[in-house]
């Protein structure tokens, strides 16, 4: 079926290159784009989740955390009260 497009420059340039690349026909390049697209969106965006590794942070000998305005004043100095 044939049907009149208006692609932005970047993405008319990305699709050259990619059929130059690949030796495809521009056609298909485009064709192949589209259907992979189109079927992304129908399935939705998949995120892996987000995960953290935690770490042992310690304490400096000397450091308490069970008064955090001592702690304050031996890290950040006594104007920091």
Avoid: C, W
Wanted: proline residues 5%; glycine residues 8%; positive net charge.
């Amino acid at each position: 079926m044939r049907t009149t497009l208006t692609l932005d420059d970047d993405v008319l340039e990305s699709a050259r290159l990619l059929a130059a690349e690949t030796r495809k026909p521009f056609k298909t390049v485009v064709n192949e784009a589209l259907r992979e697209g189109l079927n992304g969106l129908k399935k939705g965006v998949r995120q892996r989740p987000y995960v953290t590794t935690p770490r042992a942070m310690g304490l400096r000998p000397g450091h308490d955390l069970d008064n955090i305005q001592e702690l304050i004043a031996q890290v950040e100095g006594e104007s920091a009260r």
